[in-house]
């Protein structure tokens, strides 16, 4: 256990680290940092201050839906918005474009390797992903029409807001599926004993 709340802990600073790579790159991020974005706007608060409060508010919603938190879940509210702010902090903002394609790309290769390790750890579901998780089961509709419906959502809700919508949104959205696909068995605990030919474990 104790191996694995390291994993879960170091995948979680990375993926937020991740995140404020892709944000510095300023191409277009995804869909819950557009949201992120257009509401720090506004309100000021700082994107990792921002990223926790919606990871509660999301949380909030799996009551009715009668999600379970695992230790995996409180730790990813908790970590991934401080986490973000000190990758912000690092990098500065305003490089130049092929920098910032640079700092894009690597932002998305990190947060795909971070999904697999904390995933890889078994200790439960991000925020947003049980929600997803959630909705599937409580109406029947299919994985990808539940995710797609919730990030166009919250996608297009954070655009409204003066998010940062551009390629690097379309190429994240492209991307970052295949990317996990690759990653998650790389970390999964059972990794030794699983053949060779079996596929990604389910990212929710």
Known sequence: MTRRVIQLAIGLFLYGIGIALIVRGAIGVAPWDVLTQGLDGHLHLGFGVITTIISGIVLLLWIPLKQRLGLGTVMNA??????????????????????????????????????????GAGLGPGPRDGLMTGLHTRTGWPIWAVRTGIEGLVLATGWVLGGNVGLGTVLFAVLVGPLCQWTLPLFARDRSRRPSTAPALDPA
Do not use: E, H, K
């Open 78 to 119: 908790l970590l991934v918005g401080p986490s973000a702010d000190v990758g912000l902090w690092l990098v500065p903002a305003d490089l130049a474009l092929w920098l910032r394609v640079l700092l894009f790309a690597a932002g998305l290769l990190l947060l795909a390797v971070a999904s697999g390790i904390y995933i």
